[in-house]
């Protein structure tokens, strides 16, 4: 079955940390771009952080530079989201997704084009910064 599969979120006090995991089964990530994505209530889906498939090209938004990281482990099969210095404004539920054909000229678009077309997209996994 193919599918990806986001854990680690939950409630976390303002200036905490948290890594968010996404492993992926049926297919191998290391042939595919990869990236996180947030939507907060009452707001639209954003591109948090994308990379191309030979992590040759990153792209992370202006509002979590330097304090996120993505990175993946193809020994696992699993892509990650470390998360640092967490806001209130970071609280959304962030999904992770997976695209076999784009290619490292389209990692910046994959992150901020509104209805940008992804292979395989998770659930979702909530993020809550709060005191």
């Known amino acids: 079955q193919v599918q990806l599969v986001e854990s680690g979120g939950g409630l976390v006090q303002p200036g905490g940390s948290l890594r968010l995991s996404c492993e992926a089964s049926g297919f191998t990530l290391d042939y595919y771009a990869i990236g996180w994505f947030r939507q907060a209530p009452g707001k639209e889906r954003e591109g948090v952080s994308c990379v191309s498939s030979s992590n040759g090209l990153t792209y992370y938004a202006d509002s979590v530079k330097g304090r996120f990281t993505i990175s993946r482990d193809n020994a696992k099969n699993t892509m990650y989201l470390q998360m640092n210095s967490l806001k209130p404004e970071d609280t959304a539920v962030y999904y992770c997704?997976?695209?076999?054909?784009?290619?490292?000229?389209?990692?910046?678009?994959?992150?901020?084009?509104?209805?940008?077309?992804?292979?395989?997209w998770g659930k979702g996994t909530l993020v809550t910064v709060s005191s």
């Open positions: 997704a997976a695209d076999r054909w784009t290619d490292i000229t389209k990692v910046q678009a994959m992150c901020v084009s509104v209805g940008y077309s992804m292979d395989y």
